[in-house]
């Protein structure tokens, strides 16, 4: 049985992706179009469900835990793909196959 990725789900990871990507809350939350306390909160909320933490944060600085790198390493190249294909289909305004009243992310 394949696992289903929930909305929250999703948005968390898209979220996480985002601040590894940018090893910047505000830049992450710029990127989102949300507010860094907002973005915080979901990475929390992220850390939580999984029981780890993601991401050492200082004042001046984020950066990966090994368990964060480990969930980067496993999310980002889907992530991307995903991404590229939802904008190959926006450009050429096709439908996606199933993906009727669906709108895509970001």
Do not use: C, K
């Amino acid at each position: 049985m394949t696992p289903t990725v929930h909305g929250s789900e999703f948005a968390q990871l898209r979220a996480f992706v985002s601040v590894a990507e940018h090893a910047s809350f505000s830049r992450a939350a710029e990127q989102l179009g949300i507010t860094p306390s907002s973005l915080s909160q979901t990475i929390r909320n992220l850390e939580e469900r999984l029981s780890l933490r993601l991401f050492n944060r200082t004042t001046r600085s984020v950066a990966l835990t090994p368990a964060g790198d480990a969930l980067y390493s496993a999310s980002a190249l889907p992530w991307t793909r995903s991404q590229r294909h939802w904008r190959t289909h926006r450009i050429s305004g096709t439908a996606l196959p199933g993906a009727s009243g669906f709108t895509p992310p970001g």
